[in-house]
């Protein structure tokens, strides 16, 4: 198997996990992995090639591998605002790549992972064939990649597997992200900066659930199509504050700051397609949160900055 985008949060958590790995892994990333995870993986017997590239052209290309794992990709909401064409430039790019490697290798399976965005606002869950609806240049950046990949899957007959994801919990994730940042403010004694007004609602999961439905995923255990991977479980963005605050024993204060030019109210995925294959969420969304925000506080206590700490993590 062969994973794009090994070094983010999503791949590295999957290379730091505890689930059954196939016994040979390309990593392309156009950051170097980091070196203790790869040790990790190596003590397990898994023989690990590095490649450290933008694109699966020229030396990057994993070969006659049977799976390719998509986590590469622009995923930052607030840069695509400020700067649409990067998000439309890296996704769309990504997926012309993949597809066109794909062609070249007809035989392998493709894994690539969504986000519950490309479906737009909803208060009730919306199933995979819910129209496209996507409303800020990030989620329509993902849609179109996804629309991409689907165009030359049913061209040339090829095996694709989507799977979105809701927003993600762990101690891997970038620094800006909400838990991050509210920890980051709460250890330091600040009030925990916000947009808007914080009622903004999101379906939480543990980035472990979704790592196992991804070993779904390259073990075939799904066969081609899409699947939303969500707890269905949702918070605002205050709850998550509060989560985080009562994790650490701290009182919580926060403050407005000027929402998103594009902020949505809500979004809901109906994950029975994937029940169906047996997968469930294990780990309670409030779970992840708390002990993701302990991890950080000690980190915190320790004297290590969060944004140093993640990219150690990450």
């Keep these: ?17 505890p689930l059954s790995l196939p016994s040979t892994l390309t990593l392309i990333d156009p950051a170097e992995p980091d070196p203790a995870i790869l040790r990790t993986a190596r003590r397990r017997n898994i023989r690990i090639d590095v490649r450290q590239a933008q694109t699966l ?19 930052d909401v607030d840069q695509a605002l400020a700067n649409p064409a990067l998000a439309f430039d890296a996704n769309g790019t990504i997926a012309v790549e993949v597809g066109e490697w794909w062609r070249r290798h007809p035989s392998a399976r493709v894994v690539y992972l969504s986000s519950d965005e490309v479906l737009g ?27 991409t990949l689907r165009c030359y899957s049913d061209t040339y007959g090829l095996d694709l597997i989507l799977i979105r994801s809701c927003n993600l919990v762990g101690g891997r994730q970038r620094a800006r ?3 991050p940042t509210a920890v980051h403010h709460l250890a330091a004694g600040e009030p925990v900066p916000i947009f808007g007004t914080g009622q903004q609602s999101r379906e939480y999961l543990a980035v472990e659930d979704l790592c196992n439905a991804l070993r779904l995923a390259w073990e075939g255990v799904l066969p ?15 709850d998550v504050i509060e989560l985080v605050g009562a994790a650490l024993g701290l009182s ?15 979004y809901s995925m109906d994950p029975s397609l994937l029940h169906s294959f047996g997968w469930k ?3 309670s969304p ?11 506080y000690a980190a915190c206590r320790s004297g290590e900055d969060v944004t140093t700490l993640l990219k150690r993590r990450a």
């Design 224 to 238: 081609p199509g899409m699947y939303n991977c969500t707890s269905a479980i949702s918070f605002t963005v205050l």
């Design 1 to 17: 198997m062969a994973i794009f985008g090994a070094s983010g949060f999503v791949g590295s958590s999957l290379l730091a996990s």
């Design 177 to 179: 992200k909400l838990i």
């Design 286 to 296: 409030i779970e992840a949160i708390s002990q993701a925000a302990i991890d950080l």
């Design 121 to 147: 606002v909803s208060d009730s869950p919306l199933a995979e064939q819910a129209p496209y609806q996507p409303t800020q240049p990030y989620a329509a950046s993902k849609a179109t990649a996804e629309m």
């Design 281 to 283: 969420s294990l780990t």
């Design 252 to 266: 919580v204060e926060h403050v407005s700051v000027p929402d998103r030019l594009v902020h949505d109210r809500a």
């Design 57 to 75: 052209r020229n030396g990057a290309d994993p070969g006659n591998v049977d799976v390719l794992l998509v986590l590469a990709g622009q995923t």
